[in-house]
């Protein structure tokens, strides 16, 4: 079974401080990972995704993202954070079912940017 | 394009009323699914359909009906609410069902039941 751990609920960081976010997934099998944000009473933004190549995956805002097949980890970084990137982060996995996609997603982060 | 659009963006129900959530998308995407985000515990899977005609379970479906009529629309049925069923709603939709594909998401629908 595929499954997604997401290893802290929240992260407070100072303006323009690195931040990590850190996800780790169990998986037989070859995967896709994602990195979604939700900012406040918004729905789900696509971030990033790695499906194969260069393990170093860069997204939108100045996020980037490391797979790493050794460790089952897809860590989310960026060097200089902002206020606005105050948002909910979430790490998923896709899983095919019956020849259907689904996402499992971790149980998400809460990153809050401190002035 | 609007994208994934979804109504209403607040409900309250009582105890045992029912109610449809809708979720239209405008990309002519095959793949359209109901996930519900409750604190703590990600986004879960409710039913998802690969295309109009098919739909499925996912991992909490019970409770829940959909049906996919035309490909543009996916609307949730709570056929009688309870508040365990308190969340909030989230359609997505992909152009395909394979792996890897981006799914879309609509800006959600808070429901509370009491």
């Known amino acids: 079974a595929q499954s997604v751990t997401q290893l802290d609920s929240q992260v407070p960081v100072f303006e323009e401080a690195p931040v990590e976010l850190r996800c780790n997934y169990s998986?037989?099998?070859?995967?896709?990972l994602f990195w979604y944000v939700q900012y406040p009473n918004q729905g789900l933004q696509l971030l990033l995704k790695y499906l194969s190549g260069s393990t170093l995956v860069k997204g939108i805002n100045g996020f980037e993202a490391e797979f790493n097949k050794s460790q089952t980890s897809f860590h989310l970084r960026k060097p200089s954070v902002h206020i606005s990137d105050t948002a909910e982060y979430f790490c998923a996995v896709t899983l095919l079912i019956q020849g259907a996609q689904k996402l499992v997603f971790g149980q998400g982060t809460r990153l809050t940017i401190n002035p | 394009n609007a994208g994934v659009t979804q109504t209403p963006k607040f409900q309250v129900l009582k105890t045992g009323q029912s109610m449809t959530l809708q979720c239209a998308q405008d990309m002519n995407h095959e793949y359209m699914s109901w996930y519900r985000q409750d604190p703590g515990m990600g986004l879960r899977l409710i039913h998802y359909?690969?295309?109009?005609?098919?739909?499925d379970q996912g991992e909490v479906p019970n409770g829940y009906n959909v049906s996919r009529s035309t490909t543009e629309d996916f609307p949730l049925r709570l056929l009688s609410a309870a508040p365990s069923q308190t969340s909030v709603y989230f359609c997505?939709?992909?152009?395909?069902?394979?792996?890897?594909?981006?799914?879309?998401f609509g800006p959600g629908t808070r429901l509370t039941v009491t």
């Open positions: 997505a939709s992909s152009y395909s069902n394979k792996q890897g594909s981006e799914q879309y």
């Open positions: 998986s037989s099998v070859s995967v896709y």
């Open positions: 359909s690969v295309g109009a005609g098919i739909t």
